[in-house]
Each structure stands twice: as structure tokens, then as C-alpha cells.
């Protein structure tokens, strides 16, 4: 049989990503549950139970440090009753049972690991605590009813016998699955909203865990990949000579993506890339600059764009309007950077292809690697590793750092790593794409807002992609736009996309990371311009359960309370899935440094699974959106990238940290998503922050080094 959840997938996909129309999950529970040799209790995709009472929990959700492979498994331990103790996780393999419902693919990424999961998973555990149930009653020839299940046990409450589910499988495994379960109130929830030790945790803390990086197999050459120095140039000629003589390079290879050196180990490799030269065609992208791009994109944000978005009429009568205010805002092209660089061993044999890689978006990769050896996609056998961070790069769909190894493993016939350095993720790799906004607002004699009117000029970060069909729509890129949460009563929003040739994807929050900026600093300007407090500006503007989240914000951060002069306070809000609201402090010394002194957070993100996850991804959010605010920034000279490392693309060292506050709001609602979320509001409310200590508005990030 299989439990079928109906689920919108505007529940789904990140903001202003959302797409009508519902997707039916399936869970395969199969007439009987499977057992291996009487020795594991297999109820369903997502669960093995053994006789010595171990509990493995299968998560189609790629771990990168968002805390996945514990709060998924605490879903199915807590209608199951487990013994915590017991429980231990395993990834996924590729296997249409683990696609995500929203997508119809397996991959992770948007913030939705969690709320996609919340009742399959929690049907997945209770389907198996009553089975065990039943195994039980059979087992005792007593009422069902009158067996309860605590810490993997089955209780005959009358008589106070116990029996543990290790004890239980072989009966239970002959058993029907039933057809329907009832899951569990919430004030009977054990685990969910308690703060659970994270299961990876140990492995993570004494150096066991196996991330990509450590991957190793007998017989496994290393590669790296001289990589064209201009997005598009191709080879012309390469001269090995230096590089071939060098001992342990084993060969010297073209392939798609550049010049590869295979060696016995990283530094050979590198040592005979750094020996090997190359002449490059570098095409049409050799004279690319980012400075003029943003010169051209102010033209073109002059003229109307497509409109993706309208309500009302923005064309307001002169006589009605007290203030009409404009801004323009540029942003950046920015990299991801993850703690661990891109990687990916693959091992291609006549007839078969087994890769190891951490990856965000396992269905794709493992077409692509099907693909680049020339089996079928059921002769690919894909190990997803943990991963040191991913932020969307390790979700990109032409999977280009799996198909590096799977071209080389069959051109060597031997076993492949692909190892990438930082430099050549930043100087090769894929973008946030940079924007420019052009913004209008009309504010009336009352100090209320008549008109807001947007136009974003940018790249698409879907078009031309596997979810181009999904997300982009009547020529717009969901994903590069947004839909408005103040209850505005007229507004446009327009939207320009180019094509440029460099390669763009999602990164942390997507189109939230320039988009709150915009909206929320010139509200700030609007509110200034109106005689209103920004606070209490915004919460006019926004539903009773936003204004919950925004006035917790405001009261944790004291903020009616008077701050001494060079001293000052920003607010801002943000709905990606889960609703938050941040109010950043800052403080400007005598030579006009900056100092970020206090981050107050709120946010309203539904049912809490583990709160120390949700606190954990809020503050690493908001390290990543000060990160970006105050240093990062990719630039492009004769079509090169000019940053190559930490030393040129500075992200945030620990003494710019400041003091972070996270405030979560009690909920019954389903749980939403947490990862990103952090990101959006901070650079708005830093910046407001910034107006209120100095009177300057910051209208590009990154910010300026000094204020006056």
C-alpha cells in the first residue's frame, strides 16, 4: 500500500519561487513489511529495525551542516516511540522513495527538508509502532488496546510486561501494513521541540566522519583541472612536457571542462598543473566587466520590464501625494564558499558506475553521471557523502563536478577524485548573480503608503536549467522576484532578465539576499519620509501573526530605548517560509569604523522539531548576511574573476561578530523552513542601523570601509 500525502508546492519551494498545482507523494510501505533474514524489521523505505534493538533511520536529505540528519530522524523516533539511544541515521540511496514532494526530485535545498517531511515521516514511524503493536498482542494473545509503546518498548499495561521491538520483528514482519494510522497530539510529542543532542555530532567532534573530501578508494588517481581562465574559452593547444616528467603524474587529459592532471596524490596534481601551459581561445566573454554590466543595467532599468507582479494602480494623483521618493540599489555577483571545496570520486567499469560525492541534488547528478559513462541511469550507484557546507552549489543541475570524474575515471579506467581548490571555485565556479533595482514610492498626507514601483534588472538563475519549466512562467523568473507581504494597496513589480553567459545559481535565500534589501531599507526611507517610526511603520502594514514576530523583535532589542550618540539601531522583516524580524545595533567610532554590536532576532517558523537547529541555522544566517554585507563582492577584469582566495574574498572572521540573540515564537502550525531564512534581514536592518548612527543611507553592498 502507500500513504498519500497531497501537498501544494507552494509549500515547497523557496520565496518567490512557488508554483501552482499540487504533487502526490507516495510512500512505498509495500503489502508486508520486508524483513532480511528475519534480522531487520523494514516497514517502509525510511526504517530498519534489528534484533539487538538498533534503529536505523534512512534520510533522503543531503547533511551539509543544517542539522537534517537529526531533525528528520526525530520525526520518525517520535511516533515510533524509540529509544533515542538506539537511533542511528544513514543516508539515502537514489530511489524515487526518497524524492522530495515538492520537486518530484531527489534533492535538498529551499528550506524545506523538514516541512516536506513532516507528515510522511511521522506516518512512516507510526505505521511501524503499530505493527509492533499488533506483533505484540499476538505475541501476549491479549487486546491491542490495552499495549502502549515508551523508550522501543511495547508495555501490556495490565500486566506490566515488556517486550523491546528487536524482540518484536520477526512477527511484526509477517504483518500487514495497515492501511491507515493515527498520529500523535502534540502535548504527547517526547522529541519534537526538545533540544536532542545532534546524532552526527560525535562522529563530527572525534574526526570520523566521512565528508567527500575524505574519500578514498584502491587504485584511486587524484585530478586537477586546469580550467579556462574566461567563462567559454576553449583549449587551443596544451604543451605537458614539464608536467609528465614530473614523478607521479600519471597522465595529462582534455576534457570538457579544461586540462586535466591525474597524479598519485592533491600536490602532484597541483605541482603538474602549476608545470603544464595552455593557450585558450577565450571568446566573447574575454572583455567582460561587472562595472560597465551595472552601467548598462542602469539603462535598462529605466525603461519598463516585464511586470511580474501587480495590484491596483500605481499612477497616483500629484494633488494626493506628499512625498514621492526614489532609489537605486546595486548588488554584486557573490561565490559561495563552502568550508569544503567541490569534490567527487567516481569509479566507472564496463558496466557499471559508483560515484561518492556530497551533493544537494542526487536525481540530477546521477543522470549526469549515467550520461558521461554511457550506462543507464539503474547502473549508477550514488554515495552521498556529508558535506562542509553547500549554500546551493552543491545543487547545480548541469552537475559539472560529477560528470569531471565520471569523464576521466572512463578515459583512465581507473578510479577518479576530482578535487577543486578555492581559487578554482572562485575563479570557475557558479554566482549569485548581480542586480540592480530601480524603486519608486508615493506616500500620502496621512503618511500612508499610495504606490510602490520596482523594476530588477539581472540574470535568471533558472532559465535554461531542469527547473525552468517549474519555476519560470510567462517569461519571469520566479526566483529573481518577489511577492509582496506588506498589504500594499497598489503596486508593479517588473522584471528584466539578461543573458550574459556567466554561470549563476541559488545562493543561501536566492532572490530574498538583494530583494529584502531593497524592500526593506527604502520602507525605512518611506517610513523617515512619512514622520513615522519604522516600526511601528512596518507593523501597520502587516497581518496579526507577522506583527507577533516583529513586536517580539522589537521588544528583546529595547526598541524605544534611547542609545548614546555614534550608537544606532535598524529593524527589518523578512518572510522566507518561516516569518523573522531583526533589529541589528551598531556603533561608529571616532575614525568612522564600524562595529556591528548586537543582532535581536525573532521568528515565527511553526512547530519547533529542535530548537537548538533552529537557533543554530538562524545565527549561522546571519553570520552569512553580515559576511556578505560587509566584505564580499566578485569582480571581473578582461573577463577574469580577480578574487582567488580569503585573502581578496574576505568572509566574516570572529572578532566582526556580534552579540546574536534568537527569540522563536510558540506555534502549533506546521513547521516551515529555518535555513535560509536568517540571511534576508540582516543586511536591510544593518543598514538602517547604519542611517540611524550616521544619517547616510547604503544603497550597495558591499558597505563602504569607513562613515562619516
Not at 178 to 187: C, G, H, R, Y
Not at 667 to 691: D, K, Q, T, W
Request: proline content about 5%; hydrophobic content about 40%.
Amino acid at each position: 500500500m502507500s500513504i498519500v500525502v497531497n501537498l501544494n508546492r507552494r509549500e515547497f519551494l523557496s520565496a518567490g519561487m512557488a508554483v501552482a498545482g499540487t504533487l502526490t507523494l507516495g510512500i512505498q510501505l509495500g503489502a508486508d513489511a520486508r524483513s532480511t533474514s528475519g534480522s531487520t524489521f523494514v516497514p517502509n523505505a525510511f526504517l530498519r529495525i534489528g534484533k539487538d534493538d538498533s534503529i536505523t533511520i534512512v534520510v533522503g536529505r543531503s547533511e551539509m551542516g543544517q542539522g537534517v540528519h537529526t531533525a528528520l530522524p526525530m520525526l520518525i523516533a517520535e511516533e515510533l516511540d524509540a529509544d533515542w539511544s538506539k537511533v542511528r541515521v544513514q543516508a539515502a540511496p537514489v530511489a524515487r522513495e526518497y524524492d522530495h514532494p515538492g520537486f518530484g526530485l531527489q534533492l535538498t535545498g529551499g528550506s524545506t527538508s523538514v516541512s516536506s517531511s513532516w507528515e510522511p515521516l511521522r506516518k512512516a514511524g507510526a505505521t511501524a509502532r503499530a505493527m509492533l503493536v499488533t506483533a505484540a498482542s499476538q505475541t501476549w494473545k491479549v487486546d491491542r488496546n490495552d499495549c502502549r509503546t515508551e523508550a522501543g518498548h511495547v508495555v501490556h499495561t495490565p500486566s506490566q510486561k515488556r517486550l523491546s521491538y528487536g524482540q518484536l520483528i520477526e512477527r511484526a514482519s509477517t504483518l500487514k501494513v495497515p492501511q491507515s494510522v493515527t498520529l500523535k497530539d502534540p502535548s504527547d510529542f517526547k522529541f519534537i521541540g526538545q533540544q536532542l543532542q545532534r546524532l552526527d555530532l560525535p562522529e563530527k567532534t572525534n574526526g570520523s566522519a566521512k565528508y567527500g573530501i575524505d574519500v578514498t578508494v584502491p587504485g584511486m588517481l587524484t585530478a586537477l583541472i586546469a580550467r579556462p581562465p574566461v567563462f567559454g574559452a576553449k583549449v587551443k593547444s596544451v604543451d605537458s612536457t614539464a608536467t609528465v616528467a614530473i614523478a607521479g603524474v600519471r597522465r595529462v587529459v582534455t576534457i570538457d571542462a579544461g586540462v586535466a592532471i591525474l597524479a598519485d596524490s592533491f600536490w602532484l596534481a597541483n605541482k603538474g598543473r602549476e608545470a603544464l601551459r595552455v593557450d585558450w581561445d577565450e571568446g566573447e566573454l574575454a572583455s567582460f566587466d561587472e562595472r560597465k554590466l551595472l552601467r548598462n543595467y542602469e539603462e535598462l532599468a529605466k525603461r519598463p520590464g516585464a511586470v511580474a507582479k501587480e495590484q491596483g494602480n500605481v499612477n497616483i494623483d500629484a494633488a494626493k501625494i506628499e512625498h514621492r521618493l526614489e532609489a537605486q540599489y546595486e548588488f554584486p555577483f557573490l561565490t559561495h564558499t563552502p568550508m569544503e571545496p567541490l569534490n567527487c570520486v567516481a569509479d566507472v567499469r564496463a558496466d557499471r558506475c559508483e560515484i561518492w560525492v556530497g551533493t544537494q541534488f542526487q536525481t540530477r547528478d546521477r543522470e549526469v553521471a549515467a550520461q558521461a559513462a554511457g550506462l543507464r541511469v539503474e547502473q549508477v550507484e550514488l554515495h552521498t557523502m556529508l558535506m562542509g557546507g553547500g549554500f546551493g552549489r552543491r545543487g547545480v543541475p548541469d552537475g559539472h563536478f560529477v560528470r569531471e570524474a565520471v569523464q576521466l575515471s572512463k578515459i583512465v579506467a581507473a578510479p577518479v577524485k576530482v578535487m577543486w581548490t578555492r581559487a578554482d571555485d572562485i575563479q570557475g565556479g557558479y554566482y549569485r548573480p548581480a542586480y540592480l533595482h530601480r524603486v519608486a514610492g508615493d506616500v500620502g498626507r496621512a503618511g500612508e503608503i499610495l504606490a510602490w514601483r520596482h523594476r530588477v534588472v539581472g540574470q535568471s538563475i533558472m532559465a535554461g536549467t531542469s527547473f525552468e519549466a517549474m519555476i519560470v512562467t510567462d517569461g519571469i523568473d520566479r526566483s529573481s522576484v518577489y511577492f509582496p507581504y506588506y498589504q500594499w494597496p497598489n503596486y508593479r513589480i517588473e522584471l528584466h532578465t539578461m543573458e550574459l553567459g556567466i554561470p549563476v545559481w541559488s545562493w543561501r535565500s536566492v532572490g530574498a539576499t538583494h530583494n529584502a534589501f531593497v524592500i526593506e531599507c527604502f520602507m525605512d526611507e518611506l517610513a523617515h519620509a512619512a514622520g513615522k517610526d519604522p516600526y511601528e511603520f512596518r507593523r501597520s502594514l502587516l497581518t496579526p501573526r507577522q506583527r507577533q514576530t516583529l513586536d517580539l523583535a522589537a521588544q528583546k532589542a529595547g526598541w524605544t530605548t534611547q542609545l548614546p550618540p555614534g550608537r544606532g539601531r535598524g529593524i527589518a522583516v523578512y518572510p522566507f517560509h518561516s516569518f523573522v524580524a531583526q533589529v541589528v545595533e551598531v556603533s561608529i567610532d571616532a575614525s568612522g569604523s564600524l562595529k556591528v554590536d548586537r543582532v535581536v532576532c525573532a521568528i515565527d517558523c511553526g512547530t519547533v522539531v529542535n530548537p537548538d537547529i533552529v537557533r543554530a541555522q538562524i545565527e549561522g544566517g546571519i553570520a552569512m548576511g553580515l559576511s556578505a554585507a560587509l566584505h564580499e563582492q566578485v569582480t571581473f577584469e578582461r573577463g577574469r574573476v580577480q578574487q582567488s582566495g580569503f585573502a581578496d574574498y574576505p568572509i566574516l572572521r570572529i572578532h566582526e561578530m556580534p552579540c546574536v540573540e534568537v527569540h522563536i515564537l510558540p506555534s502549533e502550525g506546521r513547521p516551515l523552513g529555518v535555513g535560509e531564512s536568517g540571511v534576508p534581514p540582516l543586511a536591510p536592518a544593518l543598514a538602517n542601523a547604519i542611517f540611524s548612527a550616521t544619517g547616510q543611507r547604503i544603497r550597495r553592498l558591499p558597505l563602504p570601509q569607513q562613515f562619516s
